[in-house]
């Protein structure tokens, strides 16, 4: 088995110990949190990580109702920015925690009194250290160039630091519940996923489409495929995809889309039936199949009953088409000539 496959199918049982690890962590930090008076969120990341952020900075606004801010990392690295922090809490987050500017807005953030954590698969990295508080993914090794299982962990704390603190009961449960739904996930969504990458082996471009919690995971999905597959894919927010990027798309080009129960699903349903005016070919991936028509390549989920959580869901689909995709085409996606497993940036 490739490391990509023995990772991806990894997730569960790492998701399942991430509370445990982390809730005397999370615990204090909550504390710190209500002394300080919290009225803002500072995300730092980069690659993979940023769109755990995004995702995060959906979250903390749908369920605290918190300001938050996707950081800019080079300001504080490449342009000497002196950004001033107030009522702040400054999250880095990375996978192998070596990223220098991350911890650059960490340290900017410490001097200025602020709370700071740090989320990384290292306990001994540059990150953990600096930070006041850090929270472990405790994934083990990640040896594939594609983050699967750091990706998702990275989800999870963000989003059980969210549960915590906000002491949202249905979060909170949709939480202690996802690592069970991921692993019945993994029994039924491979042989779904094989059917439809036999018909996408001659694209060698495409779009993922996601609004809302959906988005970073139309991101990260395209990142998945891109880096694996050798493909030119983007990630757009259904949103922002009327307003000039769906001129791109012509008869027969793909477009992945989510759509989960939910929120933005009307937005979805439009999107998809902009989509079949074009005569694109749309693989819609949703919880709800029943609310479309018109779709021959339907990837059909079992919904988590949460939105929040659903977005685990839809990541492992990404992943798996990625697994597929290589497998079919006969790519190792263990090595690469121009990506490395560790990117550092300054």
Same mark, same amino acid.
């Given at each position: 088995?490739?490391?990509? %496959?023995?990772?991806?199918?990894?997730?569960?049982?790492?998701?399942?110990?991430?509370?445990?690890?982390?809730?005397?962590?999370?615990?204090?930090?909550? %504390?710190?949190?209500?002394?300080?008076?919290?009225?803002?969120?500072?995300?730092?990341?980069?690659?993979?990580?940023?769109?755990?952020?995004?995702?995060?900075?959906?979250?903390?606004?749908?369920?605290?109702?918190?300001?938050?801010?996707?950081?800019?990392?080079?300001?504080?690295?490449?342009?000497?920015?002196?950004?001033?922090?107030?009522?702040?809490?400054?999250?880095?987050?990375?996978?192998?925690?070596?990223?220098?500017?991350?911890?650059?807005?960490?340290?900017?953030?410490?001097?200025?009194?602020?709370?700071?954590?740090?989320?990384?698969?290292?306990?001994?990295?540059? +990150?953990?250290?600096?930070?006041?508080?850090?929270?472990?993914?405790?994934?083990?090794? %990640?040896?594939?160039?594609?983050?699967?299982?750091?990706?998702?962990?990275?989800?999870?704390?963000?989003?059980?630091?969210?549960?915590?603190?906000?002491?949202?009961?249905?979060?909170?449960?949709?939480?202690?519940?996802?690592?069970?739904?991921?692993?019945?996930?993994?029994?039924?969504?491979?042989?779904?996923?094989?059917?439809?990458?036999?018909? +996408?082996?001659?694209? *060698?471009?495409?779009?993922?489409?996601?609004?809302?919690?959906?988005?970073?995971?139309? +991101? %990260?999905?395209?990142?998945?495929?891109?880096?694996?597959? *050798?493909?030119?894919?983007?990630?757009?927010?259904?949103?922002?995809?009327?307003?000039?990027?769906?001129?791109? +798309?012509?008869?027969?080009?793909?477009?992945?889309?989510?759509?989960?129960?939910?929120?933005?699903?009307?937005?979805?349903?439009?999107?998809?039936?902009?989509?079949?005016?074009?005569?694109?070919?749309?693989? /819609?991936?949703?919880?709800?199949?029943?609310?479309?028509?018109?779709?021959?390549?339907?990837?059909?989920?079992?919904?988590?009953?949460?939105?929040?959580?659903?977005?685990?869901? /839809?990541?492992?689909?990404?992943?798996?088409?990625?697994?597929?995709?290589?497998?079919?085409?006969?790519?190792?996606?263990?090595?690469?000539?121009?990506?490395?497993?560790?990117?550092?940036?300054?």
């Amino acid at each position: 088995m490739i490391n990509l %496959e023995k990772e991806i199918r990894e997730q569960p049982s790492v998701l399942a110990g991430i509370k445990k690890s982390n809730i005397t962590t999370i615990t204090s930090l909550i %504390e710190k949190i209500k002394e300080k008076n919290i009225t803002n969120v500072y995300f730092v990341a980069r690659g993979t990580s940023d769109h755990a952020c995004i995702y995060a900075q959906y979250l903390y606004g749908a369920v605290l109702g918190m300001q938050c801010t996707l950081g800019t990392p080079s300001i504080f690295t490449q342009y000497n920015g002196n950004i001033k922090f107030s009522n702040t809490l400054v999250i880095g987050v990375s996978q192998s925690g070596r990223a220098e500017d991350v911890n650059a807005v960490l340290l900017s953030a410490k001097e200025q009194g602020m709370i700071t954590v740090s989320i990384t698969n290292n306990p001994k990295s540059l +990150l953990a250290k600096t930070a006041e508080y850090h929270l472990y993914c405790n994934a083990g090794e %990640e040896k594939s160039i594609a983050a699967t299982k750091t990706f998702t962990a990275q989800m999870y704390l963000l989003a059980l630091l969210c549960a915590e603190w906000s002491q949202d009961k249905d979060l909170q449960s949709s939480l202690d519940n996802i690592s069970g739904q991921m692993e019945d996930a993994l029994s039924y969504l491979p042989d779904q996923v094989e059917a439809i990458s036999k018909t +996408l082996l001659d694209y *060698k471009e495409g779009v993922v489409l996601g609004r809302g919690m959906s988005y970073p995971i139309a +991101l %990260e999905g395209a990142l998945k495929i891109l880096e694996t597959n *050798k493909m030119k894919m983007k990630g757009y927010p259904i949103s922002d995809f009327y307003h000039g990027p769906v001129a791109q +798309l012509h008869n027969n080009d793909l477009a992945f889309v989510f759509a989960q129960d939910g929120a933005v699903i009307q937005d979805a349903k439009k999107m998809v039936d902009k989509l079949s005016g074009i005569n694109a070919n749309t693989v /819609l991936i949703t919880d709800k199949a029943e609310f479309f028509d018109n779709v021959s390549n339907v990837i059909k989920v079992n919904s988590t009953n949460n939105e929040f959580t659903m977005p685990f869901i /839809l990541a492992l689909v990404m992943q798996i088409f990625a697994l597929k995709l290589v497998l079919l085409k006969g790519i190792d996606p263990d090595k690469s000539d121009v990506i490395a497993k560790i990117t550092v940036t300054k």
